[in-house]
């Protein structure tokens, strides 16, 4: 997850909307990703973040999701 040029889920901004372009990670935790709708090629609309940046809430697939900062820096996003 060296590659600075890669944007994810934690960097967008409240208010705009992305698309999942990959999921970084391994077992339990990508599988819990998955298994709440991020998935490649979903669009992911960004809420509101909690006061401290923790966690972010996001409407993926109709339904409302809140997730944790170092869960978002799993999603690879454009």
Not at 20 to 44: C, N, P, Q, W
Request: hydrophobic fraction near 35%; aromatic fraction near 2%; charged fraction near 35%.
């Amino acid at each position: 997850m060296g590659d600075e040029k890669m944007k994810t889920l934690r960097q967008v901004r409240i208010g705009n909307q992305v698309t999942v372009v990959k999921l970084h990670g391994e077992g339990a935790v990508r599988r819990r990703m998955m298994d709440m709708g991020l998935t490649k090629g979903i669009s992911v609309y960004v809420r509101k973040v909690a006061p401290l940046g923790d966690p972010i809430e996001v409407t993926v697939r109709g339904y409302e999701l809140s997730i944790r900062k170092e869960d978002a820096e799993r999603v690879e996003v454009e």
